[in-house]
């Protein structure tokens, strides 16, 4: 199947940014600063190693200053595209610039909203499996994330279940999260297992790593280890650091972004040094502020977004955003808002994996009603950023001249020719008042939750061949019996 561009991008009119050209070059500047005078801390030798080998300060405490020339080098020879494959080995990611947005749903949630009885509860492994079933079978969801972390597995073991549920239930490529860096590397061993080998799974990539980072300042032993190991295979991952103002930075957008970005760089040095020309995905999330009046974090807050996405922009690097999520507990009309606004903005901005769909709660609960909701916000997105077609068939002058006065565009050729390009809703509504009521005066939930049963009920993922299914398992249950 050839790449789908979900929106075509090669208008000037969709390229969208909150920070100007010299805004960005002042940012670049000042995370140089900070990787030169404040440094960053890290806690793993090979990294530190890497690092003041090629010229950079190590001082006590691991703190390590960077100079701008390490940045300069790094940006020479990371690629500039990504393409990711599904289990078959066909494209079906393309990540670079603004050529494609592309959407699916997020990680390790602890809760989910049940459809079936709209209670919020603990989530199970059933819950990873029926989400990723309903991942596949939606047309506008092009990747997978596990969207729960079950409560009926043993902790050391949920990321090597979720990947197992994950590989067996959609064909589409996987964006996976681990706890620790022995996961991380059974998460790999899965997916060579699935494409046949690492050099399969290198030159054509089923899988990428989240990985995430204590701060911009501070990067954990687990997470430098995953991102030299997958630097080393040669395999994607996105590397986001965590920057809150007000906590961890200062609380103006522009510190916090300064201050991230210096985070990513860092991420991006050491990907080249441990090998040049391994693929890294700039994170275009993990950016935001504390609520001072509740002390929680800025889920879906508009100060920051699509600033980390235009610094990516601005390196020419693949980008990794966030969309269809919302801070409201319920699934309701602030969540409907929110959901739409954040799918809005950052397919806007660019972001080429935009990701958390089905999220509430701020990241805590999640929600196939809401995976639904996205979907159709999703399809009316594919319409609006589409080109528009100026043609003589598409103008239609001729057929002006000699209908319009009469209005008789109705029956004619053209019309029907052409009526079926235009968006209609699926799930949304458009018939009248009296028509919707002698369909049972259902509300967008309950027409949402018949079709998801459908959905669970009827679809049937391609699974895994026997051989491949059994190999894939048989690395889950050597994790248990450790």
């Given at each position: 199947?050839?790449?789908?561009?979900?929106?075509?991008?090669?208008?000037?009119?969709?390229?969208?940014?909150?920070?100007?050209?010299?805004?960005?070059?002042?940012?670049?500047?000042?995370?140089?600063?900070?990787?030169?005078?404040?440094?960053?801390?890290?806690?793993?030798?090979?990294?530190?190693?890497?690092?003041?080998?090629?010229?950079?300060?190590?001082?006590?405490?691991?703190?390590?200053?960077?100079?701008?020339?390490?940045?300069?080098?790094?940006?020479?020879?990371v690629p500039k595209?990504?393409?990711?494959?599904?289990?078959?080995?066909?494209?079906?990611?393309?990540?670079?610039?603004?050529?494609?947005?592309?959407?699916?749903?997020?990680?390790?949630?602890?809760?989910?909203?049940?459809?079936?009885?709209?209670?919020?509860?603990?989530?199970?492994?059933?819950?990873?499996?029926?989400?990723?079933?309903?991942?596949?079978?939606?047309?506008?969801?092009?990747?997978?994330?596990?969207?729960?972390?079950?409560?009926?597995?043993?902790?050391?073991?949920?990321?090597?279940?979720?990947?197992?549920?994950?590989?067996?239930?959609?064909?589409?490529?996987?964006?996976?999260?681990?706890?620790?860096?022995?996961?991380?590397?059974?998460?790999?061993?899965?997916?060579?297992?699935?494409?046949?080998?690492?050099?399969?799974?290198?030159?054509?990539?089923?899988?990428?790593?989240?990985?995430?980072?204590?701060?911009?300042l501070n990067h954990?032993?687990?997470?430098?280890?995953?991102?030299?190991?997958?630097?080393?295979?040669?395999?994607?991952?996105?590397?986001?650091?965590?920057?809150?103002?007000?906590?961890?930075?200062?609380?103006?957008?522009?510190?916090?972004?300064?201050?991230?970005?210096?985070?990513?760089?860092?991420?991006?040095?050491?990907?080249?040094?441990?090998?040049?020309?391994?693929?890294?995905?700039?994170?275009?999330?993990?950016?935001?502020?504390?609520?001072?009046?509740?002390?929680?974090?800025?889920?879906?807050?508009p100060d920051f977004?699509?600033?980390?996405?235009?610094?990516?922009?601005?390196?020419?690097?693949?980008?990794?955003?966030?969309?269809?999520?919302?801070?409201?507990?319920?699934?309701?009309?602030?969540?409907?808002?929110?959901?739409?606004?954040?799918?809005?903005?950052?397919?806007?901005?660019?972001?080429?994996?935009?990701?958390?769909?089905?999220?509430?709660?701020?990241?805590?609960?999640?929600?196939?009603?809401?995976?639904?909701?996205?979907?159709?916000?999703?399809?009316?997105?594919?319409?609006?950023?589409?080109?528009?077609?100026?043609?003589?068939?598409?103008?239609?002058?001729?057929?002006?001249?000699?209908?319009?006065?009469?209005?008789?565009?109705?029956?004619?050729?053209?019309?029907?020719?052409?009526?079926?390009?235009?968006?209609?809703?699926?799930?949304?509504?458009?018939?009248?008042?009296?028509?919707?009521?002698?369909?049972?005066?259902?509300?967008?939930?309950?027409?949402?939750?018949?079709?998801?049963?459908?959905?669970?009920?009827?679809?049937?993922?391609?699974?895994?061949?026997?051989?491949?299914?059994?190999?894939?398992?048989?690395?889950?249950?050597?994790?248990?019996?450790?």
């Amino acid at each position: 199947m050839p790449i789908r561009r979900i929106t075509d991008r090669s208008s000037d009119n969709f390229k969208f940014e909150r920070l100007s050209a010299e805004q960005k070059k002042e940012i670049h500047n000042a995370s140089l600063r900070i990787l030169e005078v404040t440094g960053v801390e890290l806690h793993d030798e090979e990294a530190v190693t890497l690092l003041e080998e090629a010229g950079a300060f190590v001082s006590k405490n691991n703190r390590v200053r960077i100079p701008s020339g390490l940045v300069e080098k790094a940006l020479n020879t990371v690629p500039k595209r990504l393409t990711m494959y599904n289990r078959h080995g066909k494209p079906a990611l393309q990540l670079a610039d603004y050529s494609t947005c592309n959407y699916g749903t997020g990680s390790d949630c602890l809760h989910i909203i049940d459809h079936r009885t709209s209670e919020r509860r603990l989530a199970i492994l059933k819950d990873v499996e029926e989400g990723m079933k309903l991942l596949d079978s939606l047309p506008h969801m092009d990747f997978a994330m596990s969207m729960f972390l079950p409560s009926d597995v043993e902790d050391r073991s949920y990321c090597q279940h979720q990947m197992e549920v994950m590989l067996n239930n959609t064909t589409k490529p996987i964006i996976y999260v681990t706890p620790d860096f022995e996961g991380c590397v059974d998460c790999v061993e899965m997916a060579e297992a699935v494409v046949g080998g690492a050099d399969a799974l290198r030159q054509k990539p089923l899988a990428a790593c989240y990985i995430n980072v204590t701060s911009a300042l501070n990067h954990n032993q687990e997470a430098l280890q995953k991102l030299l190991y997958l630097a080393g295979k040669g395999l994607p991952y996105t590397y986001v650091p965590v920057t809150t103002g007000g906590m961890n930075a200062p609380i103006t957008p522009a510190g916090v972004i300064a201050l991230n970005n210096a985070g990513m760089l860092t991420g991006l040095i050491l990907s080249q040094l441990k090998r040049e020309g391994s693929p890294f995905i700039a994170p275009g999330m993990g950016v935001g502020a504390l609520d001072m009046k509740c002390g929680t974090y800025g889920y879906t807050d508009p100060d920051f977004r699509g600033l980390s996405i235009a610094m990516g922009h601005f390196y020419n690097l693949p980008t990794f955003g966030i969309g269809g999520m919302s801070d409201s507990h319920l699934f309701d009309q602030e969540s409907s808002a929110s959901t739409a606004m954040s799918l809005f903005y950052e397919t806007l901005h660019g972001a080429n994996l935009i990701h958390d769909i089905g999220f509430l709660d701020q990241g805590m609960t999640g929600s196939f009603v809401q995976v639904m909701l996205c979907n159709e916000i999703l399809r009316y997105l594919e319409y609006y950023m589409a080109p528009i077609e100026i043609s003589d068939e598409t103008l239609a002058l001729d057929l002006i001249n000699e209908l319009a006065h009469e209005g008789k565009f109705l029956t004619h050729e053209h019309t029907m020719t052409n009526f079926r390009k235009i968006w209609t809703p699926d799930l949304f509504l458009r018939n009248n008042y009296a028509s919707w009521e002698k369909a049972g005066s259902k509300d967008f939930t309950k027409r949402a939750t018949s079709r998801l049963e459908k959905i669970l009920t009827e679809h049937k993922p391609e699974p895994l061949p026997e051989d491949i299914a059994k190999a894939v398992n048989a690395i889950v249950q050597r994790t248990k019996n450790k």
